[in-house]
């Protein structure tokens, strides 16, 4: 398995322009989560989805911020109109779903978000 | 409030001495804590598990302790080499239905850097 894909790998933007964020889980995962990572905040989780339905997105800061995951192998993250206080690194994750034992987060190469 | 703490976000040591690392946590019950390994401009890596039930685990050169009365993990890296130089993040599984509630929260690591 190729793990989970992000793309792209790096996004450079100007300020009011809209930004999607693509992700790729690993096949057989029902879980997926995207975080965003800054040096102030470390790691957040913005949102997951469990079989595809959101399951908790009070982590998303704005209504700027919207997620979806129209099948089990894809999912997005838009911001629209982006800040330049949204340049971040945005990770996606999946995991084995809740109710199992226990979970272990796959964790893809990140987007690096630069608004300007 | 609900937090997790990892003791500081940068530690130094020499080649061959142990290396431990901190995670407190408050207001939270997870049912497992889970520690990750994470290399610049890459996503965090899973090395370790460890249930509310149990105090230790190990994994060749990885110790991890957890207390759930002082509310706190000790991860340990027993005769640290310079590869062991990442950033290590502490998660915490938190307890739902059946197990795991399905999310993980991260603390905002600690930076390992060991010298030759």
């Known amino acids: 398995d190729a793990g989970v894909i992000q793309s792209p790998r790096h996004e450079v933007t100007e300020m009011g322009q809209e930004v999607t964020l693509r992700c790729k889980p690993i096949?057989?995962?029902?879980?997926l989560f995207w975080y965003r990572q800054t040096m102030m905040r470390g790691l957040e989780l913005l949102i997951y989805?469990?079989?595809?339905?959101?399951?908790?997105d009070s982590g998303m800061p704005e209504d700027r911020f919207s997620a979806k995951m129209p099948n089990a192998s894809f999912s997005t993250l838009k911001i629209q109109p982006s800040e330049p206080r949204d340049s971040a690194v945005y990770f996606c994750a999946s995991s084995s779903p809740p109710g199992a034992i226990w979970m272990k987060a796959f964790f893809g190469q990140g987007t690096r978000l630069t608004v300007v | 409030s609900q937090k997790i703490e990892q003791n500081s976000e940068a530690l130094n040591i020499q080649e061959g001495k142990t290396a431990t690392l901190t995670c407190n946590y408050t207001?939270?019950?997870?049912?497992?804590l889970q520690w990750y390994r994470q290399d610049p401009g890459r996503g965090p890596v899973f090395l370790l598990l460890?249930?509310?039930?149990?105090k230790e685990k190990r994994k060749e050169r990885l110790k991890v302790t957890f207390d759930t009365t002082l509310k706190q993990s000790l991860f340990h890296i027993t005769a640290s080499q310079p590869a062991d130089s990442a950033t290590y993040l502490c998660?915490?599984?938190?307890?739902?239905?059946?197990?795991?509630?399905?999310?993980?929260?991260f603390g905002k690591g600690t930076k390992l850097s060991v010298k030759p």
């Open positions: 207001n939270y019950s997870p049912a497992y």
């Open positions: 460890i249930r509310e039930n149990e």
């Open positions: 998660a915490l599984d938190i307890k739902g239905y059946g197990g795991s509630q399905g999310n993980l929260i």
């Open positions: 096949s057989g995962h029902n879980s």
């Open positions: 989805f469990n079989n595809n339905v959101p399951i908790d």
